[in-house]
């Protein structure tokens, strides 16, 4: 099993849509939680971090179900400019190795 | 500097050359971390380094790839003789070292191995 898995997409989603994304994680002790998104032939950047009592940033909302092992991410009204693809990255906790694994991403697709 | 400064943007070399790619990470950034990046595909952990203790190395594909950081300041990434599956971006980040482990990204260096 992969440490961090995504469904890769496409997600084809109209303006105005909303649209929620789920990420699974193997490693239990695992501490820290984000979302990243990355456009097309950039870098990835900090989207935002998943905190265990959830957490909404205007559109966006993050939630993490450590039962369960999985966090997500809820965008509603989607804009075009959302079109990108959404990283989901795990931390181990502190003490021992602090190297985060990233998923492979899931893409989204937002159209008029 | 405001972010992570990585060179060069664009790399084209001939298979069997050696190439070095360079980062510069943020001021204060006692971490840092290379992954790559293949066209369509995730990221792939290669080396971190964390002030003055020995990298994590456990990510090099190779002992074609070895990395280099002085103090807590720039890395210098490797690659000896290098391969077309080596074509990729190569992405370096930074990030203080704390329990939220926050990583900032430079722009990259896309190397392309003829």
């Known amino acids: 099993r992969k440490e961090v898995e995504q469904d890769p997409g496409p997600f084809n989603v109209p303006e105005g849509a909303t649209v929620a994304f789920n990420c699974t994680y193997s490693?239990?002790?695992?501490?820290?939680f984000f979302w990243y998104r990355q456009d097309c032939r950039k870098e990835p950047k900090l989207l935002m971090s998943v905190y265990s009592s959830g957490n909404e940033d205007g559109r966006f909302t993050a939630q993490l179900n450590r039962a369960s092992q999985y966090i997500s991410l809820l965008i509603r009204d989607s804009k075009l400019s959302d079109s990108a693809t959404y990283l989901c990255v795990v931390s181990p906790s502190t003490g021992g190795s602090y190297i985060p694994t990233f998923g492979r991403g899931t893409s989204l697709i937002v159209h008029p | 500097g405001a972010g992570v400064s990585q060179s060069p943007s664009n790399k084209v070399t001939e298979k069997g050359k050696d190439v070095e790619l360079r980062c510069d990470p943020i001021?204060?950034?006692?971490?840092l971390y290379w992954y790559r990046q293949r066209l369509g595909q995730g990221l792939e952990f290669l080396i971190y380094?964390?002030?003055?203790?020995?990298?994590?190395k456990s990510g090099l594909p190779s002992d074609r790839f070895s990395a280099e950081r002085t103090g807590e300041s720039v890395s210098t990434l490797t690659i000896q003789r290098t391969q077309q599956e080596d074509s990729a971006v190569y992405l370096c980040a930074s990030s203080f070292l704390t329990g939220a482990n926050v990583l900032t990204f430079g722009a990259g260096s896309r190397l392309t191995v003829l």
């Open positions: 490693n239990s002790a695992s501490q820290s």
């Open positions: 001021s204060g950034h006692t971490a």
């Open positions: 380094f964390q002030g003055n203790s020995a990298p994590d």
